[in-house]
């Protein structure tokens, strides 16, 4: 996967969840509570919240982000035998006040220093994206906050991804789609945009269409990558 720049970007669009703001968070700040287990929650919350949404598409039985995001964390509770009173109601509380990552608020004045538009485009309600943008403290700072909940299908449906040029008024190949989920980066390059896959986590290449134009390891390296140059 190449890293050479990318002309003729004018905006940056990014996924929200893993990308922007750290699902881990939510679980950890309740480590009071859950002790050492909280890594364990919140990786099983993660995995279960994803595939909810992808069987939910397949099967046509859509419900929004925050209904998936409460029965797969009671499916977590109730696996690791954690289930204890009030726990599921605390934890879906700080799922709405997520820390963003380190580097993301210098890159978005960065980017919006060179005349990037910026927005997110994520699975989440714009409820809940409206909270945890407003709670990370990066109100007025995206042009655009897009949720699945317009076309009622969670990514990757193309339909998701068809949003932000459409909302943008944008040609595809003038957006760079950013994410740090791999099949979230492929599925979004498959549907046209180009696409930077900012590897957080390490992980292996995705054996599915298409290979996205570029990989970084935290968004720090984006500015380089999309800004015009002087």
Not at 48 to 54: A, D, I, R, S
Not at 119 to 145: C, H, Q
Request: charged share 20%; glycine share 6%.
């Amino acid at each position: 996967m190449s890293n050479e720049r990318l002309e003729g970007i004018e905006a940056c669009v990014f996924d929200a969840y893993g990308t922007l703001f750290d699902f881990n968070s939510a679980a950890h700040a309740a480590s009071d509570e859950l002790g050492s287990d909280w890594q364990r929650l919140s990786e099983l919350w993660r995995q279960k919240q994803l595939q909810y949404t992808w069987l939910r598409g397949l099967a046509g039985r859509h419900a929004d982000f925050w209904q998936v995001t409460a029965e797969a964390l009671a499916y977590a509770l109730n696996t690791l035998g954690l289930d204890r009173p009030g726990l599921h109601a605390r934890l879906l509380d700080l799922y709405l006040h997520l820390r963003c990552y380190a580097d993301v608020p210098a890159t978005l004045q960065q980017l919006r220093a060179c005349g990037m538009k910026l927005a997110i485009l994520s699975n989440g309600t714009p409820s809940m994206l409206a909270a945890v943008v407003r709670n990370s403290t990066l109100d007025g700072v995206f042009d655009a906050v897009l949720s699945v909940e317009e076309v009622g299908v969670f990514k990757p449906h193309p339909a998701v991804y068809r949003l932000a040029p459409q909302r943008l008024q944008l040609e595809p190949a003038a957006i760079c789609f950013l994410s740090a989920n791999a099949w979230d980066a492929h599925c979004a390059k498959a549907s046209g945009l180009r696409v930077i896959w900012c590897n957080r986590f390490a992980q292996a290449a995705e054996r599915i269409p298409e290979t996205p134009d570029g990989e970084i390891g935290d968004l720090t390296e984006l500015p380089a990558l999309v800004c015009p140059q002087p």
